[in-house]
């Protein structure tokens, strides 16, 4: 059983960053993709960055040019970097991991204040 654990979420002003981190206690290359999810208040859970065991970086529009994801195999480690934060970016944050199961962390919540 794989085991994420998000952190680094918080509250942020409008134009702030914020940096996740979600730590699997497993071994990244096993995994086949990794990514980050938001759920905002009263909606469904959306994809916003996901990167493949090739390294290939995929974000959602909305967040393009602003967020960063990336990994690092000697800690186990997959971090969103978070940067022009607005007030829309507001929600639960999800790592996930996808191996022959996808696996979920249990999200952190960041909240962007204007």
């Known amino acids: 059983q794989v085991q994420l654990r998000e952190s680094g979420g918080g509250l942020a002003q409008a134009g702030g960053s914020l940096r996740l981190s979600c730590a699997a206690s497993?071994?990244?290359?096993?995994?086949?993709?990794m990514g980050w999810y938001r759920q905002a208040p009263g909606k469904q859970r959306d994809l916003v960055a996901i990167i493949s065991s090739d390294g290939y970086k995929n974000y959602t529009d909305s967040v393009k040019g602003r967020f960063t994801i990336s990994s690092d195999n000697a800690r186990n480690t997959v971090y969103l970097e978070m940067s022009s934060l607005k007030p829309e970016d507001t929600g639960v944050y999800y790592c996930?991991?996808?191996?022959?199961?996808?696996?979920w962390g249990q999200g952190t919540q960041v909240t962007v204040s204007s």
């Open positions: 996930t991991m996808r191996r022959n199961l996808v696996y």
């Open positions: 497993t071994t990244l290359f096993s995994m086949n993709a």
